[in-house]
Structure formats: C-alpha cells, structure tokens
C-alpha cells in the first residue's frame, strides 16, 4: 500500500466516486471506519485474493472534507495526512479520541506503527513519531522506526466514539439482493457441474458455501427491514 495509494483513496472519497469500492461507517464525528476494495471483482479473476480489500480509518475536516487516512493491518497502522492539513491536529486528534479507542474495543490489546524514515529528510518522520509519543506510543527498535502501544497506557480520558450506521436506500437493497441472488445460482451451478465430473455430490465444503450464501440472502432481506424500521423511527 503506497502514499499514492491512499491518497487516491481520500479524494475518491471526496469526488463521491466511492460508492462501489469505499463503504464507511461514521465511529466519530471526525472519523469513518472503512472497507476498501482495490477494485470491483471480475469474471476473469482466478485467485481469491484478486482485487483484495484491506481496513481504513478516513480523517475529516471540520468541514466534512477528508483530510487523511489511517490504513489497518493486524500488526501494524500507517498514517497519511495530505500535505496542507498536516500540523493542524487532525492526526492526534482522531487517532486519540476515536481510532485507538476503537481499535482497542474491536481489535488488539497491544497496537503497533511503523514510521519510515525517507531519503527527503526526516521531518515527516519526526512529526509522526512526535504524534506517537505524545499518545503514549513507545520504540520497540534500535533504530526507533517501530513503536508499540498498550491499552494500559493509553490515556483514555479524550475518548469520544459515536457509532453511527450507514443508512441504505431500499433501492440499494434491492441491488444487493439481487447481486446475493447470482452469487448463490453461481455456487449452486458450480456444485452441480462438479458433482457430475468429480463425484462430490456430497461434498461438505460446496454444500456449506452453498448454505452460508443462502443464509447470507435471507440476512440481506432481515437488514432491509431493520433499516426501514429504523428510518420510520426516526421521522
């Protein structure tokens, strides 16, 4: 994952060009967790990780514009702010109030970061190193490049999550439902043309994706109706 990378990412979301690779969640005012998809899956692909998808956390501005982008690995954070935001606190703030919170809540006990030195000098590195000590983060190498923080010495007291859910159009549903619909014919098809070459009529494995997709429909349907309830309870 490169700067270019995420910072493609940041203004597809800003040009509203997002709706079918970027699906956020707001955790704060300031911050939306994401799912990112490198691209839409095709025909074509033939290793299931083709077109992978990875864990962001999108910055915001007071002004609703995204600012910066925290990327998520199991073992590791990067950060980018776009140049003419950096220094402003966005970074600190977001990473204080929401994303460490949460991250501690969801995912790890312990979080660890990684801040590159760059053959262009090391003000970037220094400032970001600054806004991980500052949050209590701590090297765990010689050459200071990789910091640690556990939640026993996260200052909790500016921690301000606000989870708030996407709402979907039933249009959007309507869409979703459909593109479950073909992915089960798709698997069932699968299943019936190996089950005549290989002998798998029975095979476990095909018979259980075959359920998780069937279910997976029916959960479509079930989250349509919590949406539409929700809405109604909110006119």
């Known amino acids: ?53 990875f864990e962001f956390f999108f910055i915001k501005n007071e002004f609703n514009e995204y600012v910066g982008a925290v990327y998520f690995m199991p073992n590791d954070l990067h950060w980018y702010i776009i140049p003419k935001y950096r220094k402003k606190g966005y970074l600190s703030n977001a ?44 090297p765990i190498n010689q050459e200071e490049t990789v910091f640690e923080l556990n939640t026993n010495d996260f200052n909790w ?27 089960l014919k798709t698997l069932q098809k699968i299943s019936d043309e190996l089950s005549m070459t290989l002998d798998i009529d029975d095979d476990d494995d095909i018979n259980q994706l075959n359920r998780i997709a ?12 919590d949406n539409s309830a929700t809405k109604d309870r909110t006119r």
Do not use: C
């Open 1 to 53: 994952m490169t700067v270019k990378d995420i910072r493609k990412y940041i203004n597809r979301l800003n040009n509203k060009k997002a709706s079918e690779t970027i699906f956020t969640r707001q955790i704060s005012k300031t911050v939306d967790f994401a799912k990112v998809w490198i691209r839409q899956p095709r025909v074509t692909d033939v290793g299931i990780n083709d077109g992978g998808r």
């Open 95 to 138: 990473l204080g109030e929401s994303i460490l919170p949460y991250l501690f809540d969801n995912k790890n006990e312990n979080i660890r970061i990684t801040i590159q030195r760059t053959s262009n000098g090391n003000g970037n590195y220094l400032n970001s190193k600054g806004v991980a000590l500052r949050l209590g983060f701590k």
């Open 157 to 183: 007291d500016k921690e301000n999550i606000m989870e708030v859910y996407t709402q979907i159009s039933s249009e959007r549903f309507q869409v979703l439902k459909s593109r479950a619909s073909f992915a």
């Open 214 to 225: 069937n279910r997976f429909y029916y959960r479509i349907s079930d989250s349509e109706s």
